[in-house]
């Protein structure tokens, strides 16, 4: 019976990371293929949905529409009205592009303007949209840290053996056969086939070959690991990789995250198989392995491509020996996440959170790939919203971020909509 529970979790799990995978739902990089493939009226469907969030990005895109009227009826007026949404939030050139557009207006025009965009500003309003959405953060308690520590008889925490963060649980596996890499899952919705294939197993069983995963998951009040998530590659048919999985979910820490002298909940990495093994061990036992890094990761680095700078950074976090001054990757995350790489700005705001480096920003660009349609960000949010010590819980946010990532079949987003609307403070839930 516990094997088959056991296979009823890997199968979940899998089953969220490929369903992850498809959209139902508006997200930024659908928009802008429809874009650029000039069905706009699909993208400005995306883009009206995603206005919805404050997406400065899909601000900025209407006003391109209306401005030069694509699927649209052209309107320097409509225009000027997005890009000054946009502006509001300084992206890329919106704000010299108002200034552009309201250069020969007449004053008793600028007037008429400057109303509309007061009452446009009401409903997508930066500060508005932020209530409306987002989290408020608790500037009392930014300061203060989650730590884990062990419990004593009485359930309180041995405060002098307290860490900022817990271990990291590494799973290795004593299988040496040549392993195929696969970097099609290095990005969630990119369709990315990896160049080199490494030498073909013979007799060998290949759901024994060697893998890698990094996975992230939630370690709850009691020192349990909940709702695994698979973060990076992994043969996901490779036997070891679901016993190892399986370990990890089983998995009860004796650290038990806390706030001040609260049990709180909190987000944790692991890296298994070959993603846990050091550089002179993958060197020395998997040369191939090492000489394809070296030569994707020289590429990548020197890539003017953003979806190869995101690989490079992705590289950087799943092999961490790579990153030689422990600086690099947070340099790369950070100028793609500036440039409104959404992946990027998930994966730059989950490690700030989790390693609380500097919570506010990383809850800030968690929300903006959130806002961007990222399923991932737009669940971790919603946890945030319940569970952050950090922020003012909102159950309602909660719930608009959690039914967001279900409606892209986001399986732990499912979970999460169905327990609050069971377990809720606010009993209007129960009439949902």
Not at 127 to 146: E, G, M, P, T
Request: aromatic residues 12%; contains cysteine.
């Amino acid at each position: 019976m516990k094997a088959k529970l056991i296979s009823k979790s890997v199968s979940l799990l899998l089953a969220g990371y490929l369903f992850s995978h498809t959209s139902f739902a508006a997200d930024i990089t659908q928009a802008d293929q429809y874009f650029q493939q000039k069905q706009y009226d699909l993208a400005k469907v995306d883009y009206l949905t995603l206005a919805e969030t404050g997406s400065a990005h899909a601000f900025y895109q209407l006003g391109v529409l209306y401005l030069n009227g694509l699927g649209v009826e052209k309107s320097q007026l409509k225009a000027l009205l997005w890009f000054d949404l946009a502006a509001e939030q300084s992206f890329l050139d919106s704000k010299q592009i108002v200034a552009d557009l309201l250069k020969n207006t007449p004053d008793e025009s600028k007037a008429k303007i400057q109303v509309l965009s007061d009452t446009f500003k009401q409903s997508y309003g930066w500060q508005v949209v932020h209530n409306r959405y987002f989290a408020v953060i608790d500037h009392n308690k930014i300061s203060q840290k989650v730590y884990f520590a062990e419990l004593d008889e009485q359930g309180n925490p041995h405060i002098s053996d307290k860490q900022d963060f817990v271990d990291s649980v590494g799973i290795e596996t004593n299988n040496d056969a040549v392993m195929g890499f696969d970097d099609s899952s290095l990005a969630e919705g990119e369709d990315i086939q990896s160049d080199f294939f490494f030498s073909r197993p013979t007799m060998q069983d290949i759901r024994s070959r060697p893998f890698y995963a990094v996975i992230d998951y939630e370690i709850a009040r009691d020192g349990s690991s909940r709702n695994l998530e698979l973060n990076q590659s992994v043969t996901e048919t490779n036997q070891a990789y679901q016993e190892a999985l399986a370990d990890l979910s089983e998995h009860k820490s004796d650290a038990v995250p806390f706030f001040e002298s609260d049990k709180t909940l909190f987000i944790n990495r692991s890296y298994i198989g070959l993603a846990s093994y050091t550089k002179a061990k993958i060197q020395n036992q998997y040369e191939d392995l090492y000489s394809w890094l070296f030569r994707k990761t020289r590429l990548w680095k020197r890539s003017e491509d953003l979806t190869d700078q995101y690989h490079y950074a992705m590289a950087l976090s799943t092999f961490n020996w790579l990153d030689k001054d422990g600086k690099e990757l947070d340099q790369v995350l950070d100028k793609l996440a500036k440039v409104g790489h959404p992946l990027a700005q998930f994966e730059y705001g989950l490690k700030l959170y989790r390693e609380q480096t500097d919570i506010e920003r990383g809850i800030f660009w968690i929300s903006e790939a959130a806002k961007a349609g990222v399923s991932r960000a737009q669940y971790r949010l919603g946890r945030i919203l319940l569970d952050s010590p950090w922020v003012k819980s909102d159950e309602h946010k909660a719930l608009f971020w959690f039914e967001n990532a279900a409606d892209k079949a986001y399986v732990h987003a499912y979970l999460s909509v169905a327990e609050l609307k069971l377990l809720a403070q606010d009993q209007t839930f129960t009439q949902c």
